[in-house]
């Protein structure tokens, strides 16, 4: 299984920018999916998972600016994030579990900057 992240650059701050997670097999083939972030010199956080269900939870920094949606037919997850902020400005990451194993995708950079 291979998750591959893309859309990260460069945005000023209250831009959008939307983050894409391709997949190497169908998305019904994942118990839950999600979007983590590391910021330099701090750990790596949750920032929206989306479970089997269509149940979403969010990380409180960014409720109502951030929103994880998927493209069944395309195989794809994306976070679409709006009102960027600075401290947005983190390493993206996407992952995906299913029955077997848990799934990372590389990481595609977020900054935030004037």
């Known amino acids: 299984v291979q998750l591959q992240a893309f859309g990260g650059g460069l945005v000023q701050p209250g831009g959008s920018l939307r983050l894409s997670c391709a997949a190497s097999r169908s998305l019904f083939s994942f118990t839950g999916m999600g979007w983590y972030r590391q910021a330099p010199g701090k750990s790596r956080e949750l920032v929206a998972v989306?479970?089997?269900?269509?149940?979403?939870i969010y990380a409180d920094p960014v409720k109502g600016r951030f929103t994880i949606d998927r493209d069944n037919a395309k195989n794809t997850m994306y976070l679409q994030m709006t009102s960027l902020k600075a401290e947005d400005t983190a390493v993206y990451y996407c992952?995906?579990?299913?029955?077997?194993?848990?799934?990372w995708g590389q990481g595609t950079l977020v900054t935030v900057s004037s």
């Open positions: 992952d995906g579990t299913t029955r077997e194993s848990d799934y």
């Open positions: 989306m479970l089997s269900g269509s149940t979403t």
